[in-house]
């Protein structure tokens, strides 16, 4: 039997310290100033969150695809870039997603 990279006691130790400060980072905004009204300068930069994480989720897929190994191709550029032109367009969260999707399922389809 090999030797284990990482010994039981620290990686245990690692996961309740991770647990732990996952816990804190939550329990500052829900548990100690959920119930207050938040000043009017945090609420605006806290609605651009969403804007700013989901293209560093999608992005990866979009550029570095594991289906294709890493290459990028055109089914997946052309539905990003669908999504992207029908969301500022119409504004319209679902038919940009359903949009960039049937893009995606038809160039699939189309070439292979």
Do not use: C, E, Q
């Not at 990482?6 to 804190?24: D, E, M, P, Y």
């Not at 804007?51 to 294709?68: E, F």
């Amino acid at each position: 039997m090999t030797d284990p990279i990482i010994a039981k006691g620290t990686l245990w130790t690692v996961i309740i310290l991770l647990g732990l400060g996952s816990f804190a980072l939550r329990f500052v905004f829900l548990g100690l100033i959920g119930n207050r009204p938040m000043p009017d300068w945090l609420m605006r930069h806290l609605r651009y969150t969403a804007v700013a994480v989901l293209p560093g989720l999608v992005a990866p897929l979009v550029v570095w695809p594991n289906a294709t190994g890493g290459v990028l191709d055109l089914p997946r550029l052309a539905a990003a870039l669908t999504t992207l032109a029908l969301g500022y367009y119409t504004k319209n969260v679902l038919i940009a997603i359903f949009g960039g999707a049937g893009v995606l399922y038809l160039l699939l389809y189309l070439l292979g």
